[in-house]
């Protein structure tokens, strides 16, 4: 993703109705619209968002949504919504997160699909100055330097206060400034002020107002996401999941996950 600039689309009202045009050949699924229930963590969600009118016109399905973390215990998670019993037809989250599910019984093996592929990013407030993180040794400094520092409670955030601040020997210096956000936006943080930088999945820093994308994580510190789907065993609409997430996966669908922040996967 190094190469993309993440700059706005003005064809991409033109490019969505493409896409759904496109895309209604191969969506085959039952004679007999009906609802789909789904569960998208936030990497996905801004595509999701554009992608889900054109599939409810193209099938006269009806999509019903919830959004939550991968990973995580707050209450809106997705383990935690099916924990619950929250009706699911289809989940999308980042993948080692779906093999756990599918390994507690709660998605179909074999239902697995890897729809795309998302880096981390950094964003600072509006206006500020943006820190050198083009190499590993700039982020540190950038890191050391910063007043505060806001990480998701998900898939990235797990990865940066595991991993890499430990690898980049930061861990110490910075804990009394890192802030583990759950049930919101990194982007939303930094933008209020409560954080000097935040981190986060580019595709979730890119549509929250008020922030400035400083780019992406440099080789060596960055850690690429797969982000998939999978039919849940209490699935209602097993076929009508199946072809949504065939949708999702399509050729059509590619352009709008792209110009969202995300790398679109080549359809199986």
């Not at 995580?72 to 080692?96: C, H, K, T, Y």
């Not at 020997?169 to 982007?187: F, M, N, T, W």
């Not at 996966?249 to 352009?255: D, F, M, R, V």
Request: charged share 20%.
């Amino acid at each position: 993703m190094s190469g993309l600039s993440f700059r706005p689309d003005p064809m991409g009202r033109l490019r969505r109705v493409g896409a759904a045009i496109a895309a209604s050949a191969l969506l085959a699924g039952p004679a007999l619209a009906t609802e789909i229930d789904v569960m998208t963590s936030g990497a996905f969600t801004a595509a999701y968002r554009e992608l889900v009118p054109a599939f409810e016109h193209d099938t006269g399905h009806t999509i019903r949504s919830a959004f939550g973390a991968s990973q995580g215990g707050a209450a809106d998670s997705i383990p935690s919504r099916l924990d619950r019993g929250e009706p699911a037809d289809v989940v999308i989250l980042a993948r080692p997160a779906l093999d756990a599910l599918v390994k507690a019984g709660k998605v179909v093996p074999g239902s697995e699909v890897d729809l795309v592929r998302s880096s981390i990013g950094m964003v600072v407030r509006a206006g500020a100055p943006r820190p050198d993180i083009a190499t590993v040794e700039a982020l540190k400094q950038t890191l050391l330097a910063a007043k505060s520092v806001a990480y998701s409670a998900s898939a990235s955030g797990t990865y940066l206060s595991t991993e890499l601040f430990p690898k980049l020997g930061v861990a110490e210096a910075i804990a009394p400034k890192l802030q583990r956000i759950e049930s919101a936006r990194v982007a939303a943080v930094v933008a209020r002020g409560d954080a000097e930088i935040g981190f986060q999945q580019v595709s979730e820093l890119l549509p929250v107002p008020g922030v400035d994308f400083v780019g992406v994580l440099p080789e060596g510190a960055q850690r690429a996401t797969f982000f998939s789907a999978g039919i849940t065993t209490t699935a209602r609409a097993p076929e009508a999941a199946r072809a949504l997430i065939r949708y999702f996966g399509s050729p059509a669908a590619a352009p709008v996950i792209e110009r969202t922040g995300l790398e679109a996967l080549p359809a199986r």
